[in-house]
């Protein structure tokens, strides 16, 4: 069954480094997402993105925050000066079709921890 | 925005029912269901897209009342592999929002032997 991938599983950083979080989507998914889990508390939105665009973003997604789709199947999440407040849970989701239908379920992938010192 | 999820925290013995209720400030257009277990991603249960429509996944069923701008999620004869915390997402009435989930704070859910 196909599954959303996300690499590392776990990445530890100074605070002010740069951070690249990665995600392969579902192959024919069309739209992309980003959501953090900060521990205990609840899932929160980052982003969505479609055709190679931010199609919405949170309060949250700040000018710290990029995303981009480099290469048509990898995702990525960039945050260029972490703070300690970044560590999290971060989730990356694909669906296929958004819209009125039953089709815009999301599938997360597993994760990456990152954990800023 | 954020649905509003009662109650907090859910402890059954196994075989018990639970009730998990998600309501939402906003008109809605459709309520999505997930469950994350510990240290996991959450897992899609189900999409309900119309009032009053119930859907089923296992022995897990949920309706929606969009009047009431309410979600209910049923667990019948909850097994242990139901344990986890359970998100309502609500999608507001279509503003040319691309799917983003607001998930409300979840219930948490412990099946015990």
């Known amino acids: 069954e196909p599954e959303v991938t996300q690499t590392p599983s776990h990445q530890v950083t100074q605070m002010g480094q740069e951070v690249i979080l990665r995600c392969v989507p579902i192959s024919n998914h069309l739209y992309f997402y980003w959501y953090r889990q900060i521990l205990g508390q609840k899932v929160e939105f980052l982003v969505s993105f479609y055709n190679n665009e931010i199609s919405e973003k949170s309060e949250i997604f700040d000018d710290q925050f990029s995303v981009e789709r480099p290469d048509g199947s990898n995702f990525t999440l960039k945050i260029r000066s972490t703070k300690l407040e970044d560590s999290a849970m971060y989730f990356c989701?694909?669906?296929?079709?958004?819209?009125?239908?039953?089709?815009?379920?999301?599938?997360f992938g597993p994760g990456t921890r990152l954990t800023v010192l | 925005q954020q649905p509003v999820q009662s109650p907090q925290a859910v402890i059954l013995r196994e075989g018990e029912d639970a009730v998990i209720n998600c309501s939402s400030s906003k008109a809605l257009y459709s309520v999505h269901w997930y469950r994350q277990k510990h240290g996991e991603a959450p897992v899609f249960l189900m999409i309900l897209l119309k009032g009053g429509e119930q859907k089923g996944h296992e022995k897990i069923s949920a309706s929606f009342n969009e009047k009431k701008q309410q979600s209910s999620l049923y667990l019948t004869a909850s097994q242990l592999s139901y344990s986890g915390t359970y998100f309502c997402?609500?999608?507001?009435?279509?503003?040319?929002?691309?799917?983003?989930?607001?998930f409300g704070a979840g219930t948490r859910l412990a099946v015990h032997p």
């Open positions: 997402g609500p999608r507001g009435t279509f503003s040319g929002g691309y799917n983003k989930l607001i």
């Open positions: 989701a694909s669906s296929y079709h958004r819209g009125l239908s039953s089709y815009n379920e999301q599938f």
